[in-house]
């Protein structure tokens, strides 16, 4: 059984990146998170660090004198400007473009990919896993923005996604038909069901998506 991590690791589980779990700290740090059992090491270049199930348990719990709640910070478009990687859900201010961004991005969904390995108790990886069965917004725009759909922007169209009442499942909308049917390509090869529905009063053609389950 894990020893429990001590506050400066607990500090750099804390500040993991929120959709994939990776991590950020020194190379003697991320060893130790790995001995314990709260991180591995990627096979793949550039190697980065990411939660293991066990370590994003850790995150999650609540620390010492409280925290937020996981659904108050899914509530809205989260800022860009933290520092920590985050899928563009469509109507953020714009944030980092160009090939940095790419990499974050491509870097973040290598990582969802292993973590579905890590977690899917057959180890599939074009199946969605848990985590973004209880992350699905974020976890939609993520599978989008790293097959390269625009997400949208105060000033330009782009795609968006939205929770909806089913518990399941997202709407995404996008700027028109072609568009609209490249994102339901998309979600569906990333693992999910994909529909194009309208909505009633106003017409806007949309997708409900949620996580295929076989």
């Known amino acids: 059984m894990s020893r429990p991590p001590t506050a400066a690791q607990r500090r750099v589980i804390d500040a993991a990146d929120p959709v994939t779990g990776r991590l950020k700290g ?9 001995k314990q059992g709260f991180a591995f090491r990627h096979p793949r270049p550039p190697h980065d660090h990411f939660l293991t199930p066990a370590g994003h348990r850790i995150r999650e719990s609540a620390p010492e004198g409280g925290g937020t709640a996981p659904e108050a910070a899914e509530a809205a ?7 920590v990687f985050v899928a563009r859900v469509g109507g953020e ?7 940095g961004r790419l990499r974050e991005v491509r870097g ?6 292993e973590l579905r390995r890590m977690t899917n108790p057959d180890g599939a990886t074009d199946r969605p896993c848990g985590w973004e069965r209880t992350h699905l917004v974020r976890a939609a725009a993520l599978a989008l923005e790293a097959a390269g ?22 709407a995404v909308y996008a700027p028109d038909a072609g568009a609209l049917r490249a994102a339901a390509d998309t979600l ?3 693992g999910w069901q994909a529909g194009e ?18």
């Open 77 to 83: 478009p989260p800022a860009a400007d933290d520092g």
């Open 197 to 214: 529905y309208t909505e009633p009063r106003t017409r806007a053609r949309y997708l409900l998506a949620s996580p295929r389950r076989v």
């Open 108 to 113: 973040a969904w290598q990582g969802l990919l």
């Open 93 to 99: 201010e714009t944030g980092p473009a160009g090939p």
């Open 149 to 170: 759909h625009r997400p949208a922007a105060p000033d330009t169209d782009g795609y968006r996604v939205r929770a909806t009442p089913q518990p399941d499942a997202v």
């Open 26 to 34: 020194t190379r003697a740090q991320l060893a130790a998170l790995v």
């Open 188 to 190: 569906e090869r990333a």
